[in-house]
């Protein structure tokens, strides 16, 4: 049986799924291998040391270097 414990995560899991796929709120976009990729910045640096510092510093559209494929970054950031 599942705790509520573990259904308050899922439904968050869920919810946090469903910004990733409306860019309506997002904030910051990313250009992955000619796509344009859309998400949060305050989700993501909470979730990425990475992300934070490029936020501290990079305004706007933030490029993502060619060796990473639209698809491997859009796994990327369902995981985070």
Same mark, same amino acid.
């Given at each position: /049986?599942?705790?509520?414990?573990? /259904?308050?995560?899922?439904?968050? #899991?869920?919810?946090?799924?469903?910004?990733?796929?409306?860019?309506?709120?997002?904030?910051?976009?990313?250009?992955?291998?000619? #796509?344009?990729?859309?998400?949060?910045?305050?989700?993501?640096?909470?979730?990425?040391?990475?992300?934070?510092?490029?936020?501290?510093?990079? #305004?706007?559209?933030?490029?993502?270097?060619?060796?990473?494929?639209?698809?491997?970054?859009?796994?990327?950031?369902?995981?985070?």
């Amino acid at each position: /049986k599942e705790t509520v414990g573990e /259904k308050a995560l899922r439904a968050l #899991q869920t919810d946090l799924g469903k910004l990733l796929e409306d860019p309506a709120l997002a904030d910051v976009t990313f250009a992955v291998g000619g #796509q344009r990729i859309s998400a949060h910045r305050i989700i993501l640096a909470a979730r990425s040391e990475h992300f934070k510092a490029r936020f501290e510093w990079e #305004q706007g559209e933030v490029a993502i270097g060619e060796e990473v494929s639209a698809g491997a970054f859009r796994v990327l950031m369902r995981y985070l």
